[in-house]
């Protein structure tokens, strides 16, 4: 979800944003307009994206389903008699400070079957033995039109987990700085964030690691 193309830093520049702090967490809700939503959640302490979450009304007016671009999926709730096996392959996306990183797990196969490759600005899981296949695109790159370069990504295999990681070789693609990426994140006037004890006051921008396109936001 989200806008895509040049003018999505001019789409985050204008949304009302609100933030809170709670639990060694900061949250923003991004306001976008249209009736969409977006909501992020930052390890308080290093700025580490751990989730991240869109939301747009439907049709008839009435508040969407969240569809969770970053973190883990919301857990189904208890009631449920036919759920999901938990045998089935699960996969997340769990960035780290400098890469965009995506975990699958329940992959009990040996290292040397998987193969992920760059296919039409995608990346592709495969196996030999043709038991696993998934193709995702990098969201953030789709809305900043930015093209998906095969040096910058690797994989490993562990514990029945597969782990792609694109490195920060994005910082110095053509075109694209950190400073590029962070101008649409810029606070605007009428801004605030709210504290666990319930204070509010104006959201300020702090400096550090955000090279993914979006700022940590704290009350000074």
């Known amino acids: 979800m989200g806008t895509a193309g ?15 702090v709670r639990d060694g967490r900061r949250s923003v809700h991004y306001a976008l307009g249209a009736g969409r939503e977006l909501v992020e959640e930052y390890e308080a302490d290093s700025g ?3 989730a991240r979450r869109w939301r747009e009304t439907t049709a008839l007016g009435a508040a969407g389903e969240w569809a969770v671009e970053v973190g883990e999926p919301p857990a189904p709730p208890p009631a449920l008699i036919i759920r999901e ?3 089935n392959p699960l996969f997340t996306r769990q960035d780290t400070l400098d890469s965009f990183q995506w975990r699958i797990r329940n992959l009990p196969y040996p290292a ?7 296919e039409q ?21 789709d809305r900043y039109q930015l093209p998906l370069d095969a040096a ?10 597969l782990i792609i990681t694109v490195g920060s070789q ?7 700085t950190c400073r590029e990426a962070e101008a649409g994140s810029r606070v605007s006037p009428g801004d605030h964030s709210t504290l666990a004890g ?10 550090g690691p955000s090279w993914t396109g979006q700022r940590v936001w704290w009350r000074d």
């Not at 910058?152 to 987990?161: P, Y």
């Not at 994005?170 to 694209?176: I, Y």
């Not at 319930?198 to 300020?204: D, F, H, I, N, Y």
């Open 121 to 141: 600005r995608c990346c592709v899981v495969r196996t030999t033995n043709k038991k696993y296949y998934k193709k995702f695109s990098i969201p953030d790159l």
């Open 48 to 50: 580490r994206l751990l």
């Open 170 to 176: 994005l910082c110095s693609w053509p075109g694209f």
């Open 85 to 87: 096996s938990g045998c």
């Open 112 to 118: 040397e079957v998987y193969s992920v490759t760059v």
């Open 152 to 161: 910058a990504l690797s994989f490993a295999h562990a514990n029945n987990t």
């Open 6 to 20: 040049p003018g999505w830093a001019e789409v985050v520049r204008g949304a009302r944003k609100t933030a809170f």
């Open 198 to 207: 319930g204070q509010t006051g104006p959201l300020v921008p702090q400096p």
